[in-house]
């Protein structure tokens, strides 16, 4: 569980200087002494706090996940007119935070503390929701999972290109053509009427994307049994991206 702290607690103080020296000079940039310099604490404070360098990554990969989904949540459209244009902005968001912020990103990735990782897990939640949506819509093109992992793989490599890129030889063009290659192979260039369509897998997906998680009507084991089925279905295996 991440430790609750006010703007001025210590460890609060720590951890921001510790994203400052890190954002500024990179993970070496990171030591002990310079993070207790510039929060105004002994070294002593932060082995008290953290255990050592590792446990203080952690908790900064903490922080810029907690900064990174409060930002996501606050531009969170409950209703959203129009669920691809949603997808875009969301993409548009993670690149730009990678972008922009590539030491900070760079520890978050890296992160496998259970405070990160359930930081990390409140983000996909929002990223498969918005997928959720896309299949209630008729808008997909492949399985919901797939296609969280389709927009996860394309702005992860995006922010990874981008950054091993020579400055000089960097092109924005690329993040706008890796975002529509990823627009173009998790959705349709209009929503499908399942009835209309050859087999079942867009009535399947759009099903189980307006199942409630709650329904009275089904027993867990019938929900589990119905949510398996529609998940077969919904796959289309014979033609994933037709």
């Known amino acids: 569980m991440a430790t609750r702290e006010t703007s001025d607690s210590p460890r609060r103080r720590i951890v921001e200087a510790a994203v400052e020296l890190l954002e500024s000079g990179g993970p070496d940039a990171v030591s002990t002494r310079a993070v207790a310099a510039a929060a105004g604490t002994q070294p002593p404070a932060i082995y008290r706090l953290f255990g050592d360098k590792e446990g203080l990554l952690e908790a900064v990969a903490e922080h810029g996940y907690a900064q990174f989904i409060q930002s996501k949540r606050a531009q969170l459209d409950p209703d959203p007119q129009d669920a691809v244009e949603e997808l875009r902005r969301g993409w548009d968001m993670v690149v730009e935070f990678g972008v922009s912020r590539p030491e900070l990103f760079a520890v978050m990735n890296r992160a496998t503390g259970r405070a990160s990782d359930a930081a990390h897990r409140a983000g996909l939640e929002i990223l498969?929701?918005?997928?959720?949506?896309?299949?209630?819509?008729?808008?997909?093109?492949?399985?919901?999972?797939?296609a969280a992992q389709i927009i996860q793989a394309t702005g992860q490599g995006a922010v990874t290109t981008w950054h091993s890129t020579p400055a000089e030889r960097r092109n924005p063009?690329?993040?706008?053509?890796?975002?529509?290659?990823?627009?173009?192979?998790?959705?349709?260039?209009?929503?499908?009427?399942?009835?209309?369509?050859?087999?079942?897998?867009?009535?399947?997906?759009?099903?189980?994307?307006?199942?409630?998680?709650?329904?009275?009507?089904?027993?867990?084991?019938?929900?589990?049994?119905?949510?398996?089925?529609?998940?077969?279905?919904?796959?289309?295996?014979?033609?994933?991206?037709?």
């Open 173 to 242: 063009a690329l993040l706008t053509v890796l975002r529509e290659s990823m627009i173009s192979a998790v959705t349709r260039a209009e929503p499908t009427v399942p009835a209309a369509e050859t087999g079942p897998a867009a009535a399947a997906r759009a099903l189980r994307a307006a199942l409630p998680d709650d329904a009275d009507v089904l027993s867990d084991a019938e929900q589990h049994l119905l949510r398996e089925w529609l998940t077969r279905l919904a796959a289309d295996s014979g033609a994933p991206y037709a």
């Open 128 to 146: 498969h929701g918005r997928v959720r949506r896309l299949a209630a819509g008729g808008w997909l093109r492949v399985d919901e999972e797939l």
